[in-house]
């Protein structure tokens, strides 16, 4: 399984951006997919998980109420709506797949991240 993010950039405070991984993963499959950022210096925090298959969604509480989490099976990609942002949201962000909710420890497949820059 591949995982390619893409969608990352530079935004304003309180503009908007969507990452989106491509996933190369069997619809059938089900996984707990996630997206989880990093500020070098810090330690990894989950914003976001989603169980493949179904409709139960997670989110961080710096996030909750800006974030969405979705997966689109036919396309096999799993995207992050990310709304209002803050500078605190600059992050590297990674998808990862096969881990269970907002512990990026628990993780066994990373994507190569995309940088979100907020100012």
């Known amino acids: 399984v591949q995982l390619v993010e893409s969608g990352g950039g530079s935004v304003q405070t309180g503009g908007s951006l969507r990452l989106s991984c491509a996933t190369s993963?069997?619809?059938?499959?089900?996984?707990?997919l996630g997206w989880i950022r990093q500020v070098p210096g810090k330690e990894r925090e989950g914003v976001a998980a989603i169980i493949s298959g179904a409709t139960s969604t997670y989110y961080s509480n710096s996030v909750k109420g800006r974030f969405i989490i979705s997966q689109d099976t036919a396309k096999s990609t799993l995207d992050l709506q990310m709304n209002s942002l803050k500078p605190e949201d600059s992050a590297t962000y990674y998808c990862?797949?096969?881990?269970w909710g907002l512990g990026p420890e628990t993780y066994k497949i990373w994507g190569q991240g995309t940088q979100v820059t907020v100012s």
């Open positions: 990862a797949i096969d881990g």
């Open positions: 993963l069997n619809p059938d499959s089900r996984y707990c």
